[in-house]
């Protein structure tokens, strides 16, 4: 079918800040088939295709309903599903579909306006198929009897038109007109008297033609009853009556009465009422008593399904002849209806960066009814981040008036109230949730402005001190929150590589032992970082206090302890008790209680004679000096610090006791000889244990390579002559390891259970019995006969000779 598009009032394309001055209008024919194109909006409105999909460009309706679709590559306007103007507008003179074109960034309304055009796609349809007339045979040329029309559900030139009878009688014409469209009525007019004794019945069609290309029709079987004379027939005393109605009148309420007289008695003066059949109406809400002719509700009217009812009434009476009024019921709009909100478009989650005006959503207000009824306020309750903006006729939008911050509102439950104007008023509410998405717009916080955090010193390495806490008020990465260790200048060197702290829950660790006496205290950045994008931080000082242990012993200042001999201090013997001899000076390089000392006399020639200040280290005479006293007197001072435990060291001093101090030459040479005999008595305790150690090392060697070679020679038959064996413990006693020698004879056997010695007269004069192994006092206590290996000491030479074959009889 072929498609026209009318574009009207394209001369100007001006665009207000929202909405387009003059609609865009176009017009297309029912029944059209979709995806059939409308027109070119995009050329119409003078925009580029290209903004349309940049524009996010859209169709939007009061109603919600979308007739048509856009096409956003070309800018076409399509027809979305089929149209068929007499479901959507009825028997209206013009069928208009409004709708707009929404276009975002910035957001603008087009209002475009489609004239859906009427075809001829319905015949016109009588109520009944077959009507029967009983006509009075003596009325006159010319009467008149009303017959109800046709009905045809098109409009304007495709409507009704005319009406004939087929085939022509001569008898009767068809009369359609009026002096208006509401008093258009077709009638049967008698054009010759009619006899019955000629004809009793006639039967005709009267055929309905409507405007259309090509003209379709209806028709209705018209059948004449000839009767006896009714010279009246009913007459109406209006011929349109017109009754209001409010909308929300119950069922049974009497709308208004229809009357008509006829001058006739008896039964052809009985007059009946009733309802012409009209088609389209075939569920109706009126009713009319046959009697009285009260038209009365049969359920209740709404105003916004239909604002008036047309209706025919048809008065007959007892003769048959009848006659037709109309009855226009107009409807009285009652405010019944609250107004309706249709959301174009909604915008959640909505970033809390957007900046004020962000339009948030697209909606539009209805109301279905008329009038005070139908005028729609729309208001925001108790907002004061956003508000409500009339955009377009009944489009509002919903912006934001100030900056949001999701950390302090992270969603918002906003409720728009839709009211009319009627009395009561009706209200709507739609509820807008808006969810606030997160920016990163937080640096994180420390739980402190600073930390100290306290570490004793020779620590293990790796040692748990403390941590660092931040908290970011963002979520999701924007909240994650990363440590680190930063320079305290970006000039600067990365920070002590003593210490580090964990990027993921910032445990700060102290990586190598410290050293309270090389570094008491130090400071540290750590920086708490974000992962949003850009990252934000935050700084922190952490300071690390070393906490001084008990790792140093005191250190003697005086006495000097490194002068060999050490100074003496001289005290006349004339001195009383209490007489300062010396001090001992000693430091402590720990602090606080691990360097407090005390001193404490540790060892002296005559203890009696001496004290020392615990506190100060002063050596003073307890009693005074008597000439029993020896004259050199040694002291050692011990001084120990105050710590857990406790370290030490000693002070060796000494002091000579002097009647007059020109004998201190002598003294000093006789303390320096004494002193050199000391020295050499240390070096000889050292010779000593080192020949102690040298001796027990080679006996350890000689034992291991004898037991190698009792290994080699396991198993074989070993036989070892007198001589040799004479030989070797010759050259044992030689050596002196063996003080008695002898001459053994050894017979060797393999598999042997026990090994036996046979002793001989010895071959070598007997040595002195101090000398004999065994601790006897002389020969005579040595055993004769066979021993076994049990008998001898573990230290003879010639024990272990025999010990290294333990399998082996000796004779």
Same mark, same amino acid.
């Given at each position: ?126 109520? @009944? ?72 019945? *006639? ?5 309905? *033609? ?65 309802? +012409? ?44 002849? +009848?006659?037709? %009024? ?138 748990? /001190? ?29 920070? %002590? ?48 206090? /070393? ?25 006349? *013997? ?43 280290? @002063? ?88 037991? %190698? ?19 070797? *413990? ?82």
């Amino acid at each position: 079918m072929a498609l026209a598009r009318q574009v009207l009032c394209l001369s100007a394309f001006l665009f207000l800040p929202h909405a387009r001055s003059q609609p865009l209008r176009y017009s297309v024919a029912e029944e059209g088939e979709s995806g059939s194109v409308v027109g070119n909006v995009a050329e119409d409105a003078g925009l580029a295709p290209a903004q349309l999909s940049a524009r996010r460009a859209r169709l939007a309706s009061e109603d919600g309903r979308q007739h048509f679709r856009l096409e956003r590559g070309t800018g076409r306007l399509l027809v979305a599903d089929r149209l068929d103007r007499e479901e959507l507008c009825g028997q209206a003179a013009t069928c208009t579909l409004p709708f707009e074109l929404v276009l975002a960034n910035p957001l603008q309304f087009l209002r475009v306006e489609v004239t859906v055009e009427d075809i001829n796609d319905h015949a016109p349809v009588f109520p @009944e198929e077959q009507v029967t007339f009983k006509i009075p045979e003596r009325s006159d040329p010319g009467s008149r009897f009303p017959l109800v029309g046709a009905w045809d559900l098109d409009v304007s030139s495709n409507s009704i038109q005319a009406y004939s009878i087929s085939p022509e009688n001569g008898y009767f014409s068809v009369s359609f007109g009026g002096q208006s469209e509401d008093e258009r009525f077709v009638e049967l007019v008698l054009e010759k008297p009619l006899d019955r004794e000629e004809k009793v019945e *006639m039967h005709f069609t009267v055929i309905a *033609m409507d405007g259309g290309s090509p003209p379709r029709s209806g028709t209705t079987q018209i059948c004449i009853i000839v009767l006896d004379v009714n010279d009246n027939a009913p007459v109406f005393t209006k011929k349109v009556y017109v009754g209001k109605v409010l909308e929300n009148m119950p069922e049974g309420s009497v709308v208004l009465s229809v009357v008509a007289t006829d001058l006739d008695a008896g039964p052809n003066g009985d007059i009946s009422y009733q309802f +012409s059949q009209v088609v389209g109406q075939s569920d109706f809400a009126f009713v009319i008593d046959p009697a009285s002719g009260e038209i009365k509700l049969t359920e209740p009217l709404d105003f916004e399904v239909a604002e008036k009812y047309e209706l025919t009434v048809q008065a007959t009476d007892g003769g048959g002849l +009848s006659a037709i %009024c109309k009855v226009l019921v107009e409807v009285v709009d009652v405010n019944d209806n609250a107004p309706e909100l249709v959301v174009s478009s909604f915008s959640s989650p909505l970033p809390e960066n957007a900046l004020p005006g962000t339009v948030v959503a697209v909606f539009a207000v209805r109301d279905r009814d008329s009038g005070a009824n139908g005028k729609v306020s729309c208001a925001l309750e108790d907002q004061l981040s956003f508000s409500l903006r009339p955009a377009y006729k009944n489009y509002y939008e919903l912006v934001t008036v100030s900056t949001l911050d999701r950390e302090e509102t992270a969603r918002y439950i906003l409720s728009v109230t839709a009211a009319d104007a009627g009395s009561p008023p009706l209200t709507t509410t739609q509820t807008f949730t808006v969810n606030i998405s997160d920016v990163n717009d937080n640096a994180p916080v420390f739980n402190q402005t600073s930390y100290t955090m306290y570490v004793h010193e020779n620590n293990v390495p790796t040692v748990l /001190v403390g941590a660092v806490s931040a908290v970011d008020a963002d979520v999701g990465p924007n909240a994650k929150v990363i440590y680190s260790l930063v320079p305290a200048h970006p000039t600067e060197q990365r920070p %002590c590589s003593c210490i580090s702290v964990n990027s993921e829950n910032g445990d700060v660790f102290v990586l190598r032992p410290l050293d309270y006496e090389q570094m008491k205290q130090f400071e540290v950045l750590v920086s708490a970082s974000d992962a949003g994008s850009p990252a934000l931080s935050a700084n922190v000082t952490v300071r690390l206090v /070393v906490v001084d242990e008990n790792d140093n012993s005191p250190l003697v200042l005086y006495p000097s302890q490194d002068s060999s001999p050490p100074s003496s201090e001289l005290v006349p *013997m004339s001195a009383d008790a209490g007489y300062l001899v010396t001090k001992v000076v000693a430091v402590d390089a720990d602090s606080g209680q691990n360097s407090w000392l005390s001193y404490h006399l540790l060892r002296a020639t005559d203890p009696g004679l001496f004290v020392v200040g615990a506190q100060s280290g @002063e050596v003073r005479l307890r009693r005074p000096v008597t000439e029993r006293d020896p004259m050199k007197q040694k002291l050692v001072v011990l001084v120990r610090d105050n710590g857990q435990p406790p370290l030490s060291a000693t002070a060796s001093l000494s002091a000579l006791l002097l009647s007059d101090f020109s004998d201190v030459h002598i003294t000093h040479s006789s303390l320096a000889i004494e002193d050199e005999g000391d020295s050499l008595t240390m070096y000889l305790i050292i010779s000593l244990v080192f020949v102690s150690l040298l001796f027990l090392t080679s006996m350890a060697a000689f034992v291991v390579c004898k037991v %190698c070679k009792r290994n080699e020679l396991k198993g074989g038959h070993v036989l070892y002559g007198a001589g040799t064996l004479q030989g070797g *413990m010759a050259d044992a006693a030689a050596a002196g390891t063996l003080p008695h020698p002898y001459c053994y004879e050894i017979s060797l056997t393999t598999g042997s259970g026990n090994s036996e010695f046979k002793f001989l007269k010895p071959i070598l004069p007997s040595l002195p019995p101090q000398h004999f192994p065994m601790g006897t006092d002389n020969e005579q206590d040595f055993p004769r006969g066979p021993i076994t290996t049990e008998d001898v000491a573990p230290g003879n030479p010639a024990m272990l000779c025999a010990e290294q074959f333990n399998s082996l009889s000796f004779r």
